[in-house]
DNA sequence: AAAAAAT
């Protein structure tokens, strides 16, 4: 019998114990939202191969009609900060602070996770919950706020104490006339107690949860209590229940106070001991089956110390305690097993050597050196088939299926060197075709690799994809998920900002190959609900960007919780040195593949900096957006996201906006706003700039230039796809001009600057474009 | 500054 009364041995969670655990995040605000069986239809609609599937979320407009909100003026007219921002694109969820915060079992042994700032107190209140009782009275305020109102005909007798009494008075007000037969039992007090008296009378009676607090003076504090009523410090609506242990159960109680229910199929192991072992149990909580080939280390302490192990797993008893040792990351293995460096290998070999292209440049922004890589061109792909690069023909089939006929260079380039199983480094231009060039070869190589267990229950996954953003990943999804499937295997996304049980059910189901960001795979692991050790091929899109502050150590410990000797491919159109830290930990002898001819001179964008005052930005903006074509806007923050898809709508340009304040249903329908065509304007933060297709944007606007020529690279490459033209307008201010130059010269751009003011026809003609 | 994690 399993025993599932205690936390694995060591009663340590098993995974990232590092201190660089506590590096992540903290600069995001939003609290993670849920998605709603509608918002996840709603992922099934654009593609990036550009199958169409039928777009389902025509019910609800976003943008509402204009005169249903204030106007844009009225709103700056008010003070920002105690704006509701964002209404219901931050939903006032107050239910989440009466629950009782108690942490469970399964999170119990892990460290506070104080960096989460949704839930960090320190940081300020949002005004749309506390304090909105500041805001100024509206017309439509209930009269009961209105206390100087005259009195009129209609009022309440006991608000109007002095009028003279009336033939029609209630008795209350006629306590002179003789008591009558029909007298209400009130006052009737000798009679004896009937069983319908009314509970006021009725002073033996148990106190009831929705007892008025001033007559149940016993029952506990609750949250919104006023400070009177709650001894020392006024009640905050954070506080914890866990100090209010008196209060009457509830029916949403959380199991752990309710220790006598029946046990439930869906209960987490830890509370429920006596059920039968499961297949899918965690071995941890499997003291008594034989150890496994695979069994994790930390669970597995009787085994000697080797070389390998690692570091996270490390503060069981025999090894020194966490604070004892050095504080390297957990990545930083030094006394593992030594490794041919990446730069130290046999030079000429293509892929083992960069070559040195020094530039100067600010320490913000630098140019890394290049990848040395084998060259491919688009004339060396002539007449070669997906056939011809070794894929099957159910895969071939499906690539025709969704558009792809005959390979793009970079997908000729790569598709080999991942059959063959080799490391891959590949660089090709934004909407060339990356996701197809990995995916697929991938595909391949699992079903060829599937030892005989395809469809298995609870398969563990063989392959893993890792984006930056959760819309990228789902959008990779929608191009792997049929090749897939067209021999068989499976595909899940694991992201944040949804429930995570479909995710969990799947993998229990069985999936091969999991696509996700990066920060719930590490939940997922953490609770022991996704073992990635069988994962013998890794993608990371995007990777430089996944090599980016933040992105890096998430990255390095998923990567170390792969199979080893497992093969990497790494993608970017900016793939530069900055991957050389990940390329030197996880990669063996990486091909390194790029398309010729793909720089931006070749370009079908039509690069253009507007010279502007400051004030006249969002002017400028809203006569470039009155365009026919779609428009996408990039902001620096999510504020000015905000601001300016409501500042475009105000000024009857219907806009909506993708930022990481909007929960993840409003940021999937946003973006299908956009590839459904029903607004052609999306404001969004760098959330947009990497690997996102929209067909036919015709024009990007940088409404904040970027700090970035990589970012400059990527948020252009949203237009001018698959051949088309397009045109990327940067807003800059007169005397950033030189800053923006050395920007434009690093990412190889040649743009004309030009003087712009508000009604320039100048505007109208790029709107136009 | 933004992004990535709360069933």
């Given at each position: 019998?399993?025993?599932?009364?205690?936390?694995?041995?060591?009663?340590?969670?098993?995974y990232?114990?590092?201190?660089?655990?506590s590096?992540?995040?903290?600069?995001?605000?939003?609290?993670?939202?849920?998605?709603?069986?509608?918002?996840?239809?709603?992922?099934?609609?654009?593609?990036?191969?550009?199958?169409?599937?039928?777009?389902?979320?025509?019910?609800?407009?976003?943008?509402?009609?204009?005169?249903?909100?204030?106007?844009?003026?009225?709103?700056?007219?008010?003070?920002?900060?105690?704006?509701?921002?964002?209404?219901?694109?931050?939903?006032?969820?107050p239910?989440?602070?009466?629950?009782?915060?108690?942490?469970?079992?399964?999170?119990?042994?892990?460290?506070?996770?104080?960096?989460?700032?949704?839930?960090?107190?320190?940081?300020?209140?949002?005004?749309?919950?506390?304090?909105?009782?500041?805001?100024?009275?509206?017309?439509?305020?209930?009269?009961?706020?209105?206390?100087?109102?005259?009195?009129?005909?209609?009022?309440?007798?006991?608000?109007?104490?002095d009028?003279?009494?009336?033939?029609?008075?209630?008795?209350?007000?006629?306590?002179?006339?003789?008591?009558?037969?029909?007298?209400r039992?009130?006052?009737?007090?000798?009679?004896?107690?009937?069983?319908?008296?009314?509970?006021?009378?009725?002073?033996?009676?148990?106190?009831?949860?929705?007892?008025?607090?001033?007559?149940?003076?016993d029952?506990?504090?609750?949250?919104?209590?006023?400070?009177?009523?709650?001894?020392?410090?006024?009640?905050?609506?954070?506080?914890?229940?866990?100090?209010?242990?008196?209060?009457?159960?509830?029916?949403?109680?959380?199991?752990?106070?309710?220790?006598?229910?029946?046990?439930r199929?869906?209960?987490?192991?830890?509370?429920?001991?006596?059920?039968?072992?499961?297949?899918?149990?965690?071995?941890?909580?499997?003291?008594?089956?034989?150890?496994?080939?695979?069994?994790?280390?930390?669970?597995?302490?009787?085994?000697?110390a080797?070389?390998?192990?690692?570091?996270?797993?490390?503060?069981?008893?025999?090894?020194?305690?966490y604070?004892a040792?050095?504080?390297?990351?957990?990545?930083?293995?030094?006394?593992?097993?030594?490794?041919?460096?990446?730069?130290?290998?046999?030079?000429?070999?293509?892929?083992?050597?960069?070559?040195?292209?020094?530039?100067?440049?600010?320490?913000?922004?630098?140019?890394?050196?290049?990848?040395?890589?084998?060259?491919?061109?688009?004339?060396?792909?002539?007449?070669?088939?997906?056939?011809?690069?070794?894929?099957g023909?159910?895969?071939?089939?499906?690539?025709?299926?969704?558009?792809?006929?005959?390979?793009?260079?970079?997908?000729?380039?790569?598709?080999?060197?991942?059959?063959?199983?080799?490391?891959?480094?590949?660089?090709?231009?934004?909407?060339?075709g990356?996701?197809?060039?990995?995916?697929?070869?991938?595909?391949?190589?699992?079903?060829?690799?599937?030892?005989?267990?395809?469809?298995?229950?609870?398969?563990?996954?063989?392959a893993?994809?890792?984006?930056?953003?959760?819309?990228?990943?789902?959008?990779?999804?929608?191009?792997?998920?049929?090749?897939?499937?067209?021999?068989?295997?499976?595909?899940?996304?694991?992201?944040?900002?949804?429930?995570?049980?479909?995710?969990?059910?799947?993998?229990?189901?069985?999936?091969?190959?999991?696509?996700?960001?990066?920060?719930?795979?590490?939940?997922?692991?953490?609770?022991?609900?996704?073992?990635?050790?069988?994962?013998?091929?890794?993608?990371?899109?995007?990777?430089?960007?996944?090599?980016?502050?933040?992105?890096?150590?998430?990255v390095?410990?998923?990567?170390?919780?792969?199979?080893?000797?497992?093969?990497?491919?790494?993608?970017?159109?900016?793939?530069?040195?900055?991957?050389?830290?990940?390329?030197?930990?996880?990669?063996?002898?990486?091909?390194?593949?790029e398309?010729?001819?793909?720089?931006?001179?070749?370009?079908?964008?039509?690069?253009?900096?507007?010279?502007?005052?400051?004030?006249?930005?969002?002017?400028?903006?809203?006569?470039?957006?009155?365009?026919?074509?779609?428009t996408?806007?990039?902001?620096?923050?999510?504020?000015?996201?905000?601001?300016?898809?409501?500042?475009?709508?105000?000024?009857g340009?219907?806009?909506?906006?993708?930022?990481?304040?909007?929960?993840?249903?409003?940021?999937?329908?946003?973006?299908?706003?956009?590839?459904?065509?029903?607004?052609?304007?999306?404001?969004?933060?760098?959330?947009?700039?990497?690997?996102?297709?929209?067909?036919?944007?015709?024009?990007?606007?940088?409404?904040?230039?970027?700090?970035?020529?990589?970012?400059?690279?990527?948020?252009?490459?949203?237009?001018?796809?698959?051949?088309?033209?397009?045109?990327?307008?940067?807003?800059?201010?007169?005397?950033?001009?030189?800053?923006?130059?050395?920007?434009?010269?690093?990412?190889?751009?040649?743009?004309?600057?030009?003087?712009?003011?508000?009604?320039?026809?100048?505007?109208?003609?790029?709107?136009?474009?």
């Amino acid at each position: 019998m399993p025993n599932y009364s205690k936390p694995p041995a060591g009663g340590k969670k098993p995974y990232k114990s590092t201190p660089s655990s506590s590096a992540r995040g903290g600069a995001s605000g939003a609290p993670k939202k849920r998605w709603t069986g509608d918002d996840r239809a709603a992922r099934t609609g654009d593609r990036s191969t550009g199958l169409a599937r039928p777009a389902r979320d025509d019910r609800r407009p976003d943008w509402s009609p204009r005169d249903s909100k204030p106007s844009y003026q009225d709103r700056q007219a008010q003070d920002r900060g105690t704006r509701p921002s964002y209404g219901d694109r931050k939903p006032d969820r107050p239910s989440y602070g009466d629950r009782p915060a108690v942490e469970r079992p399964s999170y119990g042994d892990r460290p506070a996770r104080t960096e989460r700032p949704a839930y960090n107190s320190d940081r300020p209140a949002r005004p749309s919950y506390g304090d909105r009782n500041e805001r100024p009275a509206r017309s439509n305020d209930r009269p009961s706020y209105n206390s100087d109102r005259p009195a009129r005909s209609n009022d309440r007798p006991s608000y109007n104490a002095d009028r003279p009494a009336r033939s029609n008075d209630r008795p209350s007000y006629n306590s002179d006339r003789p008591a009558r037969s029909n007298d209400r039992p009130a006052y009737n007090a000798d009679r004896p107690a009937r069983s319908n008296d009314r509970p006021a009378y009725n002073a033996d009676r148990p106190a009831r949860s929705n007892d008025r607090p001033s007559y149940n003076s016993d029952r506990p504090a609750r949250s919104n209590d006023r400070p009177a009523y709650n001894s020392d410090r006024p009640a905050r609506s954070n506080d914890r229940p866990a100090y209010n242990a008196d209060r009457p159960a509830r029916s949403n109680d959380r199991p752990a106070y309710n220790a006598d229910r029946p046990a439930r199929s869906n209960d987490r192991p830890a509370y429920n001991a006596d059920r039968p072992a499961r297949s899918n149990d965690r071995p941890a909580y499997n003291a008594d089956r034989p150890a496994r080939s695979n069994d994790r280390p930390s669970y597995n302490s009787d085994r000697p110390a080797r070389s390998n192990d690692r570091p996270s797993y490390s503060d069981r008893a025999e090894r020194p305690a966490y604070s004892a040792r050095t504080e390297r990351p957990s990545y930083d293995r030094a006394d593992r097993a030594p490794r041919r460096d990446f730069d130290d290998r046999a030079p000429k070999r293509e892929s083992d050597y960069y070559t040195a292209r020094t530039t100067t440049g600010p320490v913000e922004d630098v140019v890394l050196e290049r990848l040395e890589a084998a060259v491919i061109t688009a004339t060396d792909v002539e007449g070669v088939s997906f056939a011809d690069l070794g894929l099957g023909s159910n895969i071939v089939r499906q690539l025709a299926s969704m558009g792809a006929e005959a390979p793009f260079a970079i997908q000729a380039a790569t598709i080999p060197d991942v059959l063959s199983g080799r490391d891959v480094l590949g660089r090709g231009k934004t909407g060339s075709g990356k996701t197809i060039a990995f995916g697929a070869p991938l595909v391949e190589r699992l079903m060829e690799n599937n030892g005989g267990k395809d469809r298995q229950m609870g398969r563990k996954p063989r392959a893993l994809i890792l984006a930056p953003t959760r819309e990228l990943a789902m959008q990779i999804d929608r191009t792997v998920q049929p090749i897939a499937r067209s021999v068989g295997l499976f595909t899940t996304t694991i992201v944040g900002g949804v429930p995570q049980f479909k995710q969990v059910s799947a993998l229990q189901r069985g999936v091969d190959i999991v696509i996700a960001t990066p920060g719930r795979v590490e939940d997922l692991i953490e609770q022991g609900r996704l073992d990635l050790s069988n994962v013998i091929v890794t993608v990371l899109d995007e990777a430089d960007h996944m090599c980016d502050l933040g992105f890096l150590e998430p990255v390095q410990r998923i990567l170390q919780e792969t199979s080893k000797g497992g093969q990497k491919l790494l993608f970017s159109a900016t793939l530069d040195k900055g991957v050389a830290t990940l390329v030197k930990q996880f990669l063996v002898d990486p091909a390194v593949h790029e398309v010729a001819g793909e720089d931006q001179a070749s370009s079908t964008i039509d690069h253009r900096v507007l010279l502007i005052e400051q004030r006249d930005k969002r002017e400028i903006i809203q006569e470039l957006a009155r365009g026919e074509g779609k428009t996408l806007i990039f902001t620096r923050t999510r504020a000015f996201a905000e601001e300016m898809s409501d500042y475009l709508e105000d000024a009857g340009i219907p806009a909506t906006s993708l930022h990481g304040d909007l929960n993840q249903s409003r940021r999937t329908r946003n973006l299908q706003l956009l590839t459904s065509g029903r607004v052609n304007v999306l404001v969004a933060t760098d959330v947009a700039a990497r690997g996102i297709h929209v067909d036919d944007i015709t024009l990007v606007i940088q409404a904040d230039a970027p700090e970035e020529y990589k970012t400059y690279l990527h948020r252009s490459g949203r237009t001018g796809r698959a051949g088309k033209v397009g045109t990327v307008v940067t807003l800059i201010n007169r005397n950033r001009r030189r800053k923006m130059d050395e920007l434009l010269g690093r990412a190889e751009i040649d743009a004309r600057s030009d003087f712009a003011a508000p009604g320039d026809a100048m505007l109208a003609e790029l709107a136009a474009l």
